[in-house]
């Protein structure tokens, strides 16, 4: 009997010592939705001693084939400096990501509570194996000087002058110029 | 938003179908554009409307604004410095409406043409499918491809003047002049103009992202007069014919 009481207590302080410590380390044992962006206006909730809060981030497409076949990777380092904006200051990185020719991962920068640059990282991969992906997924693409072509068509396609872009620029320049 | 919208309608004479479709734009641009003060998103912007109260309109160019900001790893935004801009969506997501309406009435050969976007459908009045050109962005009265489309629509984002900066949201200091255009196929212009869009905003990277997305071809040129472009992209581009 007395056995049996002491393997209860021994699994039920586990257990209670497993949910204290997942629930300390916040966030960080689930993978986040890298398909999610932090879009609220308002900033999350604090947590006290919480060494490795991160934002789930917009992970970026790396422009050229990607080496790395990481796997997850979760770090944060937080730096002491005041922040009034939605992100906590520091650097984050991601979790790898499929990006469909390879995977990709990104550290974002936080300065001043905000995303200040977003990084590509390179991993240590199977060298062998990620350039038959480069090859397979990702053709060179063609280029060619552009040429004047017959102007017998219907319609034209062009960039306006009232693109988002640029009205998104204007904008910009316009709330600088206000007072 | 405030573009020209041009409309062509080949097998159907109702001319009343016209005014209905630029009343509509009217009224896409009465709602949208941020340069009027008394547009929803104006109100929007100086935190007038709740956001239960958006219109059924707004909340579906937000969830596609949203969705876009997804797909493109958040190259797309149409928040900045807290105000929302949805100009780069609207005008795809619009012509692709007014195309539905056409449809809706059994018109099945037309195009629809804002801004430099364009939703083709069925065939010309000759017959054939929709010949469609890209327009040189260093001189404007030039072609410098034409492409042969039935059902797919088109849209090009790029810079009006060579050079000039384009805002991108992931890092706002780095400039974005390599590109000056880029062209993107779609098999709507929904899908056209949002790609188009953050593609342009990804610099030389876009047309790569382009290529990921099986579904899309894309056309890039340079500050050197240098085309690149997708695999899916030479399927409508017709032979090279020089300019008579």
Redesign the interface.
């Known amino acids: 009997m007395k056995k049996y009481l002491a393997s209860l207590f021994l699994i039920i302080t586990f257990v209670l010592f497993a949910v204290f410590q997942r629930k300390s380390t916040g966030s960080s044992n689930a993978a986040p939705d890298l398909a999610s962006t932090d879009t609220t206006p308002t900033s999350s909730s604090p947590t006290t001693s919480d060494t490795t809060n991160q934002q789930p981030l917009a992970s970026g497409s790396s422009p050229t084939p990607n080496n790395s076949t990481g796997n997850s990777n979760n770090s944060a380092v937080t730096t002491p400096q005041t922040n009034t904006g939605k992100y906590k200051n520091g650097s984050y990185t991601g979790s790898s990501a499929d990006a469909y020719y390879g995977n990709v991962q990104v550290k974002a920068i936080i300065k001043n509570g905000k995303i200040s640059d977003v990084q590509f990282l390179d991993h240590p991969s199977d060298r062998s194996r990620s350039m038959m992906i480069n090859n397979q997924a990702m053709p060179i693409l063609r280029s060619e000087a552009i040429q004047a072509q017959s102007a017998n068509v219907d319609a034209v396609s062009g960039a306006s002058m009232t693109s988002g872009a640029f009205i998104q620029s204007l904008q910009s320049a316009l709330d600088k110029a206000a007072n | ?3 020209p919208v ?1 409309i ?1 309608i080949v097998d159907s004479k109702d001319e009343a179908v016209f005014d209905e479709i630029y009343q509509f734009f009217r009224e896409i641009e009465a709602r949208f554009s ?1 340069f009027q003060p008394n547009s929803e998103i104006s109100k929007i912007n100086r935190h007038e409307i709740k956001p239960s109260k958006y219109s059924r309109e707004m909340k579906e160019i937000f969830d596609l604004a ?1 969705k876009t ?2 797909e ?4 797309f935004d ?6 929302l ?7 795809g997501w619009a012509i692709y409406q007014a195309a539905k309406k056409l449809k809706s009435k059994k018109i099945n050969d037309f ?1 629809i ?1 804002a ?4 939703q083709t459908s069925g065939l ?1 009045v000759d017959g054939f499918k ?8 260093f001189d ?1 009265s ?6 042969t489309l039935s059902g797919e629509g ?7 003047e060579r050079g ?4 991108n949201p ?2 706002p200091a780095s400039p974005l002049t390599e590109i000056v ?1 880029i ?1 993107v196929i779609g098999p709507t212009i929904l899908e056209a103009d949002r790609f188009a ?1 953050a593609a ?3 610099g ?2 876009g ?3 382009i ?2 997305r099986p579904n899309l071809g894309g056309y890039a ?1 340079d500050q050197t ?7 899916n992209f030479e399927r409508y581009a ?1 032979q ?5």
């Open positions: 938003m405030n573009m041009s062509e941020i949203e900001k997804r493109s790893f958040g190259y149409i928040e900045n410095d807290g105000r801009n949805p100009s780069g969506i609207v005008k195009y043409e801004g430099g976007d364009i010309n929709w010949q469609v050109g890209i327009r040189n962005p404007h030039q072609i410098i491809k034409t492409l088109v849209a090009t984002s790029g810079n009006y000039r900066h384009i805002y992931i890092s255009s062209t869009t342009f905003a990804m030389k990277s047309i790569n992202f290529e990921s040129i007069k240098t085309a690149v472009f997708t695999t017709n090279n014919v020089m300019a008579r």
